[in-house]
């Protein structure tokens, strides 16, 4: 049985398959870090706001990508999860909507 598939968060540790998570890659051999894609040395994440959070205060990323990782890659992960968030809230609107007319 081999684990190899599975992957780690920074933050909170929990370990799933590698599509639950964001990924941070340091493109090798350029060293500029970017999502989802590329070779090198990644960094996985649960999408949520507190693991996000931890990463960010406790400077997960750059120590698990051995880089420094700044906040414009964060704010692209917040810009990621609010408009995750917005399209379940969305959801939910038309939900409740589709209830007060029943
Ligand atoms: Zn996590």
Request: hydrophobic fraction near 35%; proline fraction near 2%.
């Amino acid at each position: 049985m081999s684990q190899k598939n599975d992957r780690r968060c920074v933050s909170c540790g929990e370990i799933g398959a590698k599509s639950s998570f964001w990924r941070i890659v340091r493109v090798h051999p350029s060293h500029q870090l970017q999502l989802d894609n590329g070779m090198g040395r990644s960094a996985y994440l649960c999408p949520s706001a507190e693991c996000l959070k931890i990463a960010q205060k406790k400077n997960r990323l750059s120590r698990a990508l051995r880089t420094t990782v700044g906040d414009d890659l964060y704010q692209s992960l917040w810009r990621r999860l609010s408009l995750a968030n917005r399209s379940e809230a969305t959801v939910n609107h038309l939900h409740g909507t589709t209830n007060i007319m029943m």
